[in-house]
């Protein structure tokens, strides 16, 4: 029997998944997994090695040595390097995409995800936890809000941050991830059966975690520490 609860929290580019899966693990004590953070710690890898970005033979070559590393204090490593500001850079956000297309990356990744979520208890974020990688995860969100509000919520967040892009743009980079993630032909971005949809247009991050925080209640019989 699994005694491991996991919890699924996935959605569109930008949909403050992270923030809020943070919290939520925060609050319950379980690990935070951020699978997005794995693809972008690919595509710097892949960038790093002077290959390109858009050809699966050249990710699929680098997977082999691929070491990556979530730490406790929520950094990131890739091969012993420390990456957790650079693969959130426009380099890594613009390429990121293409390599999270590609099926034998998708396969890696999705390996070291189950790896993780066996021993431990997780929130998990991406795309395809309750989908495809954790099917039998105990609670499964779905985050929803428009490109709009997604893209206005992004550019404050890059305003704070010195990221020097206007709105538009910003609007247009979600808009262009939202189409290649859920088009491309391998496990796409899509919500599970079982999931519950949570449209969070309307919520601030506090409501947001604590409408989850009561699914979690609900499903599990589990409460916030
Ligand atoms: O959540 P994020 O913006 O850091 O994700 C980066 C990219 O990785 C995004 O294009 C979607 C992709 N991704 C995915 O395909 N599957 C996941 N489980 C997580 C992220």
Redesign the pocket.
Known sequence: MDQHISIAI?GP??AG??TVAKRVAKALGFTYI???????AVTYAVIKAGKNPTKVEDAESILPSLQIELKEDGSIFCNNEDVTQIIRTPMI?GN??Y???MKPV?LA?IQM?RKMAEHQCVVM?????GSY?LPHAQVKIFQLASAEIRAQRRYLEDQEKGIPATYEEVLAEVKK?DY??SH?DF?P?MAAEDAVKLDTSQMNVEEVVQAILTIVKEKTGLEAK
């Open positions: 996935d580019a930008a998944k992270s951020d699978t997005g953070a794995m693809y972008r956000s990121v995409s390599i999270a297309a998708r990744l995800q974020d991406g795309r395809d936890i990688v991830r290649i993630d491309r496990d971005l």
